[in-house]
């Protein structure tokens, strides 16, 4: 059904934009929890809607859910878990991203370049990895927008 595949489409492509600011929360917030290892649960509160404040938007509307935000982090299970772990998603993200566009421009050099990232596994650093895949390990604003205009770019092809 061209409908329901456009629908799932649109929908795979929001939830790639969207988790990028989701991770930046949580990594700024887990930095500010081991750089103050002796904090109170007041600071740590104060500090995890002090991270939300400068990453909220004005999308949503919040107002009368402070006592679910103030404790949002703990849904997130990698900080407990695996720590410093959850920043790799968005790295993997933007790779996928820079690969997705390289293939649209030139579906063999990608496919190459790909192949040789992979047959390197564990053997090189992620900076070398990405270049082998012909992308840059650079997650610069300029960088980032460029590739989120991209997948704004292919939700706006349909």
């Given at each position: 059904?061209p409908e329901e ?34 904090h109170?649960?007041e ?7 002090a ?6 938007d ?33 790295i ?19 496919l ?10 564990g ?6 990895l990405?270049k ?18 991209f997948?704004k770019a ?5």
């Open positions: 059904n595949l456009a629908r799932a489409k649109e929908h795979q492509l929001e939830r790639v934009i969207s988790i990028f600011p989701w991770i930046a929360i949580i990594d700024k917030f887990q930095h500010w929890v081991y750089e103050h290892p002796v109170t649960h600071e740590r509160t104060q500090a995890w809607k991270v939300l404040n400068e990453f909220k004005d999308v949503v509307n919040y107002e009368g859910l402070d006592a679910f935000r103030s404790n949002a982090w703990q849904r997130q299970l990698h900080l407990f878990e695996v720590p410093f772990y959850y920043i790799e998603y968005g993997a993200q933007l790779g996928a991203i820079g690969m997705w566009k390289q293939y649209k421009d030139n579906p063999q050099k990608a190459d370049n790909y192949c040789a990232a992979l047959s390197l596994g053997t090189k650093t992620l900076p070398e990405y082998a895949a012909g992308l840059e390990f650079d997650f610069s604003p300029e960088k980032i927008k460029g590739l989120m205009e997948v292919r939700m706006d092809e349909g």
